[in-house]
Structures are given as structure tokens and as C-alpha cells.
Nanobody, 124 residues
Framework: QVQLVESGGGLVQAGDSLRLSCAAS????????MGWFRQAPGKEREFVAA????????YYADSVKGRFTISRDNAKNMVYLQMNSLKPEDTAVYFC?????????????????WGQGTQVTVSS
């Protein structure tokens, strides 16, 4: 069982940066692949980024590639999403998620555990 709590969201202007944090409970945190998803009003939840349980492999949505970076600190049970050059279209609730086992995926139903989300609003 893994419990996830996101933080770090807020209101920023276009071009600014934010770092989201996700605190995970559970002693087997290092064995989960971790992902970030987002959901804007009236839209489906979409994949943003994922990082493998060993930390070596990463995958990003094309819309954030080169601007966002996912990282994790297994010793602290933390996952981060560094977001640079933010755009108004990045506005959404951002969710941290954990997937059992190795292998990265962009599909929300593949992730067994979810946080409550943190709001990111980017003004133009």
C-alpha cells in the first residue's frame, strides 16, 4: 500500500517555474514506477511524465518534453516535477501516481495509487 500527497501547486505567470512534490508513504516505495498526470476542467486526465523504480528511465508527454523534469529520491520517499517555461495550457490539477512493478506507461488505469492532486494555474 502506498499513500501519496502532492504539494507545490499555485498561481504563476507564463514563463515562470514551479516544482511539485509528492510525498509517499510505504516501505516499498522504491519498487514502484512513479508518474505525474494532470486534468484540466472538462478534459480527461492526461499523462505528463513517469520515472522508473530504479530511477534510470524516464518518459515525457510531447507537450512537456524539454520543459518538465521528473525526479525521485527513494531515500526520502519523494517524487518531484520541475516545471519550467510554464504556459497557460499547463493549467490543471496535477496528480502523482504509483504503478506496481517495473515498466513505464502513460495509461492512468495502470497506476494503482493516486494522490489528491494539487492545482497549477498559469496566467497569460
Amino acid at each position: 500500500q502506498v499513500q501519496l500527497v502532492e504539494s507545490g501547486g499555485g498561481l504563476v505567470q507564463a514563463g515562470d517555474s514551479l516544482r511539485l512534490s509528492c510525498a509517499a508513504s510505504g516501505r516499498t516505495f522504491s519498487s514502484y514506477a512513479m508518474g505525474w498526470f494532470r486534468q484540466a476542467p472538462g478534459k480527461e486526465r492526461e499523462f505528463v511524465a513517469a520515472r522508473g523504480w530504479s530511477g534510470g528511465s524516464t518518459y515525457y508527454a510531447d507537450s512537456v518534453k524539454g520543459r518538465f523534469t521528473i525526479s525521485r529520491d527513494n531515500a526520502k520517499n519523494m517524487v518531484y516535477l520541475q516545471m519550467n517555461s510554464l504556459k497557460p495550457e499547463d493549467t490543471a490539477v496535477y496528480f502523482c501516481a504509483a504503478k506496481i512493478g517495473i515498466g513505464l506507461t502513460t495509461i492512468p488505469r495502470d497506476y494503482a495509487y493516486w494522490g489528491q492532486g494539487t492545482q497549477v494555474t498559469v496566467s497569460s
